[in-house]
């Protein structure tokens, strides 16, 4: 299984990034994806998920109205829209395939089940 980001990069606040997740080795139609960040000396928190099939999502607090995931089953691809970006969203941004994103558990940690190895995002004031 290979999960591979891209996408990161930098960017002044206010403006945008888009972020791309590719995954192979797996049935990516059956998973929940989701996306995590980690900014240094703080540990890694869960952003937003995507149910297998697209019809439920679910976004941090700190993100709400600002990020949109989405995917692509047809491309094995899950895409993460960044606006209005702001310096406190500077972090490594991981992909991770298998998270439960449903109502009371999404984004548990522990629950991934592939991760992938994480891209840069730094938000300049």
């Known amino acids: 299984v290979q999960v591979a980001e891209s996408g990161g990069g930098l960017v002044q606040a206010g403006g945008s990034l888009r972020l791309s997740c590719t995954a192979s080795?797996?049935?990516?139609?059956?998973?929940?994806m989701g996306w995590f960040r980690q900014a240094p000396g703080k540990e890694r928190e869960g952003v937003t998920c995507i149910n297998w099939n697209g019809d439920t999502t679910y976004y941090a607090d700190s993100v709400k109205g600002r990020f949109t995931i989405s995917r692509d089953n047809a491309k094995n691809t899950v895409f993460l829209q960044m606006n209005s970006l702001k310096p406190e969203d500077t972090a490594m941004y991981y992909c991770a395939a298998g998270p439960p994103c449903y109502g009371g558990r999404f984004l548990v940690r522990s629950e991934v089940s592939h991760w992938g190895q994480g891209t840069q995002v730094t938000v300049s004031s």
């Open positions: 080795g797996l049935a990516f139609a059956t998973y929940n």
